[in-house]
């Protein structure tokens, strides 16, 4: 797959105003400071695209990006975790994230970030056991690259596959300073965006 560009298209505050755009869609979750709107941006190779912040939380709104003119769309998630929100707050984002993760009719899977010099939590363990459980496919990026030798980032990619329960080579390395992963995760995606389920008729 080759993206010629990126562009923001709308955000939403809750899911469910949105009646869906023609097109297939990959969302992009994670904890707080993962590194979501970095990662867009290294996609794009755009350094402006999406907002960055050294603020935990600051991604509030489902946000949409339209790929190639619409080939498909990115859909940016809030990020999960964030500690320093009410209560509420935490109860909006998680409604907001998993109604549109299993309401979603156009959703083809999710890359899930996790920062490669942390081992997963209970948080990025449930964001797992979730996607299992409705059966929503995703591969697992490894942000943050350029912030461990060669030998520390085999070792934390062996801790992460560990910790979630998948092989090493199902958890992708990312770095955009170092301009390392994004063939591989492009990869990825055109194999969801490719994907067909099949259909169970005993559900029918």
Known sequence: MIIKNIK?????????????FDADEIAIAG???????????YLANHGGLAKTSSTPGKTRLINYFSVNNGEFMLVDLP????AQVGDDEKRRWDKMIGG??????RLKGVAVLID????????????????HHYNVPFFVVATKGDKL??????????????ALSLGISDVTVVSSLKKEGKEAVLDKMENLLKFIPVVDETDE
């Open 8 to 20: 923001f298209v709308t955000s939403y505050a809750s899911f469910g105003k949105n009646d869906g």
């Open 31 to 41: 904890k707080s400071n993962v590194g979501k709107s970095s990662f867009i941006n």
């Open 79 to 82: 990020g999960y975790g964030f």
């Open 100 to 105: 549109y993760l299993t309401l979603s009719k």
């Open 116 to 131: 490669v010099r942390r081992e997963p939590d209970a948080l990025d363990k449930q964001m797992i056991a979730y996607l």
């Open 149 to 162: 030798s060669s030998a520390q980032i085999s070792r934390q990619r062996s801790v992460i596959a560990n």
